[in-house]
């Protein structure tokens, strides 16, 4: 069953002068205009398209994909504000309607807006939300500590960032564990540390564990071989330098070192460590 806002393959029922027609048992004929059309196509033809709506609500199909598929997360450019809604740059001939109920704040032009793109059960057209609590899934998330995951961060609190987690999930990076710029929008990596009894999750831009020691003692012991054996940082540096320098909070280098210095791998002098060398 093709419904709006589904990737489904349709065979070319007729041609015309304007384009394509596709017949879907559902929907009946869905229009796919010309300039969309592959080369020299014939009646039978089965083609892989999107269906959305067009201005006057017809049925419409095409063969490029929107930047975000409908149950999906991303951020999106605001083209215009009108009486009715912002619309968004989708990568569609049709932008995307951000309705009044959905908005929060002021949705200018040439702002970029994480939003969630759904279908109106109501009007069965393609919509997108600001609302992104809502959207987000309250399953229990099948994630353990040290898991890698896709993040796109949404809001700030005074504990931290908020953060999509694998386009499902609510996570939280708290602010005292970062150590880089980070904007509203941003798509990047990090690793779960926890998840939390309310299903929600706790993130670190980190890997966790013994892993990211491993990783990080055998950096840390090229560098000073890098250096001619000593390196003028230690467990006494400020935070933003360590995380300059290696890309790591205070605490995970605190304990990387520790288990270098109790491998006798490294010693620790006044400003900086120095590579203890194998005889």
């Given at each position: 069953?093709?419904?709006?806002?589904?990737?489904?393959?349709?065979?070319?029922a007729?041609?015309?002068?304007?384009?394509?027609?596709?017949?879907d048992?559902?929907?009946?004929?869905?229009?796919?205009?010309k300039n969309e059309?592959?080369?020299?196509?014939?009646?039978?033809?089965e083609?892989?398209?999107?269906l959305y709506?067009d201005?006057?609500?017809?049925?419409?199909?095409?063969?490029?994909?929107?930047?975000?598929?409908?149950?999906?997360?991303?951020?999106?450019?605001?083209?215009?504000?009108?009486?009715i809604g912002?619309?968004?740059?989708?990568?569609?001939?049709?932008?995307l309607l951000l309705?009044?109920?959905?908005?929060?704040?002021?949705?200018?032009?040439?702002?970029?807006?994480v939003?969630y793109?759904?279908?109106?059960e109501?009007?069965d057209?393609?919509?997108?939300?600001?609302?992104?609590?809502?959207?987000?899934?309250?399953?229990?998330?099948?994630?353990?500590?040290g898991?890698e995951?896709?993040?796109?961060?949404?809001?700030?609190?005074?504990?931290g960032?908020?953060a999509i987690?694998?386009q499902?999930?609510?996570?939280l990076?708290?602010a005292?564990?970062?150590?880089?710029?980070?904007?509203?929008g941003?798509?990047?990596?990090?690793?779960?540390?926890?998840?939390?009894?309310?299903?929600?999750?706790?993130?670190?831009?980190?890997?966790?564990?013994?892993?990211?020691?491993?990783?990080l003692?055998?950096?840390?012991?090229?560098?000073?071989?890098?250096r001619?054996?000593?390196?003028a940082i230690?467990?006494?540096?400020?935070?933003?330098?360590?995380y300059?320098?290696?890309?790591v909070?205070k605490?995970?280098?605190k304990?990387?070192?520790?288990?270098?210095?109790?491998?006798?791998k490294?010693i620790?002098?006044?400003?900086g460590?120095?590579?203890?060398?194998?005889?």
């Amino acid at each position: 069953m093709a419904r709006i806002g589904d990737l489904v393959v349709l065979p070319i029922a007729r041609l015309s002068p304007i384009g394509a027609f596709l017949e879907d048992p559902d929907l009946g004929e869905v229009f796919l205009p010309k300039n969309e059309f592959p080369k020299r196509p014939e009646v039978g033809d089965e083609l892989e398209v999107f269906l959305y709506r067009d201005s006057e609500d017809r049925p419409i199909a095409t063969l490029n994909r929107p930047k975000v598929m409908p149950g999906q997360f991303g951020v999106l450019k605001v083209l215009s504000s009108t009486g009715i809604g912002a619309f968004l740059d989708w990568g569609l001939r049709k932008d995307l309607l951000l309705p009044f109920r959905e908005q929060k704040g002021q949705p200018d032009k040439g702002k970029t807006l994480v939003v969630y793109v759904y279908v109106d059960e109501k009007s069965d057209r393609i919509v997108a939300s600001q609302r992104i609590g809502r959207a987000l899934g309250q399953s229990v998330p099948d994630l353990g500590e040290g898991d890698e995951v896709d993040l796109i961060l949404f809001g700030k609190t005074e504990m931290g960032y908020k953060a999509i987690v694998n386009q499902e999930h609510s996570g939280l990076i708290f602010a005292n564990e970062v150590f880089k710029k980070l904007y509203y929008g941003d798509e990047i990596k990090g690793y779960v540390k926890e998840v939390r009894p309310d299903r929600k999750l706790d993130i670190s831009l980190y890997p966790i564990g013994r892993d990211a020691v491993d990783d990080l003692e055998q950096r840390i012991l090229n560098e000073l071989e890098k250096r001619g054996g000593y390196w003028a940082i230690n467990d006494k540096s400020p935070a933003d330098e360590i995380y300059a320098e290696l890309g790591v909070s205070k605490k995970v280098f605190k304990k990387t070192t520790g288990s270098l210095f109790r491998q006798r791998k490294i010693i620790f002098e006044d400003h900086g460590i120095r590579w203890v060398r194998e005889d």
